[in-house]
T-cell receptor
Framework: GNSVTQMEGPVTLSEEAFLTINCTYTATGYPSLFWYVQYPGEGLQLLLKATKADDKGSNKGFEATYRKETTSFHLEKGSVQVSDSAVYFCALSDPAGYGGATNKLIFGTGTLLAVQP | NAGVTQTPKFQVLKTGQSMTLQCAQDMNHEYMSWYRQDPGMGLRLIHYSVGAGITDQGEVPNGYNVSRSTTEDFPLRLLSAAPSQTSVYFC??????????????FGEGSWLTVV
């Protein structure tokens, strides 16, 4: 079945450090891939997405590239800020589903990022 | 600019009690869904709906009921609460057109504790 595996946290970095959060997936067909972010006490917000192989999603300085050959969608940011402290979720939705099934998201377990000043 | 609105935000229930978590969206989305978030397990899909009058089960439906009488509302009912249902619940919605690349919009969550 479809699944998402992402690195366990917490990840603790100093401000301006480089961030990588690894995400790999298993899926039938060609899924769309997402990164969602959850700030403390809030709901999930879409950070970025990619819908086909070699697409790069980007937003707020974060980037992730859809790598079909390695089934990966690693999240990167060149210089993190304290305000980036949050839980980051990698997720996929399977286009092989019918109707509403294509909107069903399968999530990884989440990675807590803590950025220290 | 409401988006997806969930109520209540916090609730404590006794084992065996019933309650309804409310969810409303003002974006005219066809698709609505409920997830639960548990430590170390990410979010798991409980139920979803592709339009008024149409619902289906997700990954963890047991102990929960849903109905969709209008496009805007998608309440989640706990029939007889159990401690295993202590969790954070998120309602989410999106358009159906656009396929698997649709952006899913989430509410702010409902923290439920069953004692």
């Amino acid at each position: 079945g479809n699944s998402v595996t992402q690195m366990e946290g917490p990840v603790t970095l100093s401000e301006e450090a480089f961030l990588t959060i690894n995400c790999t997936y298993t899926a039938t067909g060609y899924p769309s891939l997402f990164w969602y972010v959850q700030y403390p006490g809030e709901g999930l917000q879409l950070l970025l997405k990619a819908t086909k192989a070699d697409d790069k999603g980007s937003n707020k300085g974060f980037e992730a590239t859809y790598r079909k050959e390695t089934t990966s969608f690693h999240l990167e940011k060149g210089s993190v800020q304290v305000s980036d402290s949050a839980v980051y979720f990698c997720a996929l939705s399977d286009p092989a589903g019918y109707g509403g099934a294509t909107n069903k998201l399968i999530f990884g377990t989440g990675t807590l990022l803590a950025v220290q000043p | 600019n409401a988006g997806v609105t969930q109520t209540p935000k916090f609730q404590v229930l006794k084992t065996g009690q019933s309650m309804t978590l409310q969810c409303a969206q003002d974006m005219n989305h066809e698709y609505m869904s409920w997830y639960r978030q548990d430590p170390g397990m990410g979010l798991r899909l409980i139920h979803y709906s592709v339009g008024a009058g149409i619902t289906d089960q997700g990954e963890v439906p047991n102990g929960y009921n849903v109905s969709r009488s209008t496009t805007e509302d998608f309440p989640l009912r706990l029939l007889s609460a159990a401690p295993s249902q202590t969790s954070v619940y998120f309602c989410a919605s999106s358009y159906l057109r656009g396929g698997s690349g649709n952006t899913i919009y989430f509410g702010e969550g409902s923290w439920l504790t069953v004692v």
